[in-house]
């Protein structure tokens, strides 16, 4: 089981291949995740994306887009471990000590946030003038 595992869902009142496209646009992964390092894994094109998942982080993240009458439902998924210190792709095992669960809920809490922006600034930028 991953150390750190949330997901989230989220409508944005606009098209699919709007959310799709910007979803598809590598610079913005470098914006929402800049220490993270994405390879696709499986491009599910209007429908949205897989990646792996390296850096402080190892393991996947995904976005679902389901299309819903007027709107797109962005779901979002990442389950992950954090690295040895040195390495980009070696889990770390965190101690199952209140120390640790501490860590583990910082370091959620802080990706949780994170995507909660992305999302946000997407439903922003789609939105507006609607």
């Known amino acids: 089981m991953a150390s750190v ?5 989220t409508v944005i009142a606009a098209r699919r291949e709007v959310i799709a496209a910007a979803v598809s ?3 913005r992964w470098v914006a929402w995740w ?4 994405l390879a696709v894994v499986l491009d599910r094109g209007l429908s949205g994306i897989r990646w792996s998942v390296a850096g402080p ?3 996947t993240s995904e976005v679902i887009l389901v299309e819903q009458q007027d709107a797109v439902l962005v779901r979002y998924a990442l389950t992950a471990d954090p ?3 040195g390495s980009r792709t070696t889990p770390r095992r965190i101690p199952d000590s209140p120390r640790g669960r501490r860590e ?7 990706h ?4 909660k922006s992305v999302v946000w600034a997407l439903k922003d930028e789609f ?4």
């Open 5 to 9: 595992e949330f997901s989230d869902e």
């Open 25 to 27: 646009d590598r610079s």
């Open 34 to 37: 800049p220490e993270l390092e």
């Open 57 to 59: 982080l190892v393991g």
């Open 83 to 85: 690295t040895e210190p």
């Open 104 to 110: 583990l809920d910082s370091l959620e809490r802080r």
């Open 112 to 115: 949780v946030v994170t995507w």
């Open 127 to 130: 939105e507006a003038g609607s």
